[in-house]
Structures are given as C-alpha cells and as structure tokens.
C-alpha cells in the first residue's frame, strides 16, 4: 500500500490512477483515511464522485465493493438475503432420506451455507489486503427507512441478521457515499460523515484530467474540447456534461481522427457529450458555431 500520510501523499496516490483532484478533496480524503470516517461526496452528476472510489481501490490494494442505489432498495438487497431455492432443494433431500428432526433442519437450513451475500455484509466481512472500499452510489435515490438503516450500520459497522447474529467489521472499511441531489439526505446521515460539494472542475484542472485520461489527444485538440464544454455548462441545458462526458467526447473524436474542432464535427458527436433530445437540437445550426467561437476566444484571450 502507498503512503497516505499526509494531503499531498493522497493526491499524488489519486493522481497515479488518473483521478486528479484539488487539495480540498484531497483532504477530506486524507481525515476519511485518518479518522476511519465515511466520505459523503456531493454534486451534479459526472464530475468524478464515483470515480474517487475506484481511484481509491486501486491505489490501496483493496476490494472495492458497490451498493448502487435506487428506489425501494431495503435492508435486504443491501445485506443479505436467503437462497430460498437452494433451502427447497434441501428439504426435498431431507424427506427422501427419512430426516424428520425439523428444528435440526430448520438450525441446518439457516446457516452461511444458504446465505446470499449482498454489499453492506461483504464490507463487513474481513477482506485480503485489508478492509475493503465500500462505495454507496447515489444514495439520494433511496427512501428516508433505508437512510435510517444506513445510519446504524455505518455508525457501529455492524449487521444484523436475525437467524445468524450480528456481524461486526473486525476493521472498519472505507466508506465513499455519493449523492447527486436529487432530493435532500437527511442532516443525521450527513453528520457522520465528511461531507464535501464535488463541483465541476476549472479549465486547467478539466485539461489535467483529460491529459490523465486520453493522454494521446494533442494539446490543441484537448484545449478546445474543454473550452467547448466548459462554455457549453454555462447554456440552459437539461442536463450538463460532465468530466466523463468530456473524456468520453475527446476519446470518440480521436476514434474519427479529429485533430481540431469544427460546427460539422460537433454535430455529427453531440451524442457523446449531450444525452437530451432537447439539448442536442439546441446545439444545431449555428449555434454550435457560436460557442465554438466563444469557445476559441476565450483561449486566445488566455
């Protein structure tokens, strides 16, 4: 495992995996580290919350495990859940063989055997190399009863099962929980963790990036798809592009051999960038050619 022990330490370990982010990120990474606190990462979808996590996983050495959220979710999906299935097969078997001891069955049938592990009980489980990157994607699309579970579970580190017990971390993991804002997290949930607003990076930090992630792109080309994008955020759009959409756009325009932008180009790979019908009519005509202009000014103006 690489050194963590200071700011600088964890934003040159991000930076080898190809996440560079600036200082004040890095510091709630480096206390999270530190204090063995959930991270609660917040911001408009894109600009590289989730990404953090995998960064994390791979510079440490450790399993990344992933709860992706959504609506309904409930303890079970997140913990464990019995393989009914396989209970079935195994009191078929028992009454061909004459076992007629049902608390033995019922004792047999309840056990690690019969259990399907899901994330939250994965992370809780000791892991080689160390306790695990746990990553609780998009937490804003579950329900205020699954938010008051994540509370105890992330407060104790432990589960609960009721036929098997309770199941505490030996060591806590490494906790990344992503929101994009869809609705409000409730303040307890928040109040554990080390909270920080993940916004859209300025040009020269979105030019790094693009450099980490298609460093074959020339440096032309990746400065007037930054320009492009960062100028097309500040349009009334339904939805903005992101980071990974801007990683996304210069990797397709090096696929078609693009070596500098044009109104034809733009159009013909709004697809990577815009994923609104609404929003890529916007962009036709010359309106493409405008903020490509505004675009290429504000290069030259520095």
Known sequence: ??????????????????????????????????????????????????????????????????????????????????????????????????????????????????????????????????????LIDEVDRTDEPFEAFLLEALSDFQVTIPELGTIRAPEPPIVVLTSNRTREVHDALKRRCLYHWVDYPTFDR???????????????LSREVVAFVQRLRSEDLFKKPGVAETIDWAKCLLALDVIALSPEVIADTLGAILKYQDDIQKLQGSEARRLLDEARRSLAAG
Request: charge should be negative; glycine fraction near 8%; proline fraction near 5%.
């Open 1 to 134: 495992m690489r050194e963590t022990g200071s700011i600088d330490a964890v934003q040159d370990l991000l930076a080898g995996q190809g996440y560079v982010c600036g200082r004040a990120l890095a510091t709630v990474t480096f206390l999270a580290l530190r204090l063995g606190r959930p991270m609660f990462l917040e911001g408009e979808a894109g600009t590289g919350k989730t990404e953090i996590a995998k960064a994390l996983a791979a510079a440490l050495g450790r399993r990344l495990i992933r709860l992706q959220c959504y609506e309904g979710l409930d303890a079970a999906s997140a913990v464990a859940e019995w393989n009914f299935a396989a209970q079935m097969i195994a009191i078929r078997a028992a009454e061909v063989s004459g076992a007629t001891d049902r608390r033995h069955l019922r004792d047999e049938l309840f056990t690690e055997e019969f259990l399907i592990e899901r994330p939250l009980l994965a992370a809780m489980r000791p892991q080689p190399g160390g306790p695990p990157v746990l």
């Open 206 to 220: 979105e030019i790094a990036i693009l450099n980490a992630r298609a460093p074959e792109a020339s440096e032309t």
